[in-house]
């Protein structure tokens, strides 16, 4: 495949996610849009599975839609100086997600905002991501799928 079929296949499969880790001094208020609670929830039960209580409640955490992220970009999370950490999620990109789909966006944004990872290209022998935490901008194909779900699932929370 040419390299922009690469990509373009990217863009469809999984959208561009991802992460601009700024430093704001101001701080919105914290609120998690009913959408993304369900992937809240079961980022918390997947967190649970591994031993880990994770109280998303807790924590300094939002969750909203926005309108104005780079072209291509799926989601983004936003780290300000205060601790609170917002989540945005491209409300186009979101429409055209499966639930699957769906969870490894917010994961992978709570893969930054929860978790404080950062990004990870590596590849497999076949070429696929090893991890959620994934740029999508290369080094890697992504793939999401109930097949390979829990062993990405390690890999984040590990
Ligand atoms: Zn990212």
């Not at 849009?33 to 980022?43: I, R, S």
């Not at 969750?63 to 989601?75: K, W």
């Amino acid at each position: 495949m040419s390299h922009h079929a690469t990509r373009l296949l990217f863009f469809l499969v999984l959208g561009s996610l991802f992460v601009a880790c700024e430093k704001q001094s101001s701080s919105p208020s914290l609120t998690v849009d009913e959408a993304f609670q369900p992937y809240f929830e079961a980022f918390e039960a997947a967190g649970a599975e591994r031993g880990l209580a994770i109280e998303l409640g807790a924590e300094d955490i939002g969750a909203v839609f926005s309108s104005e992220l780079e072209t291509q970009m799926a989601g983004k999370c936003t780290k300000f100086s205060t601790g609170a950490r917002i989540i945005y999620i491209d409300q186009q990109s979101w429409a055209g997600r499966s639930e699957l789909q769906r969870e490894f966006l917010i994961f992978h944004e709570l893969g930054h905002c929860y978790l404080d990872r950062p990004h990870l290209d590596e590849a497999d022998a076949n070429g696929f991501c090893v991890s959620i935490m994934q740029s999508g901008e290369g080094g890697c194909t992504g793939r999401y799928t109930v097949l390979n779900r829990e062993r990405l699932l390690d890999e984040l929370f590990e």
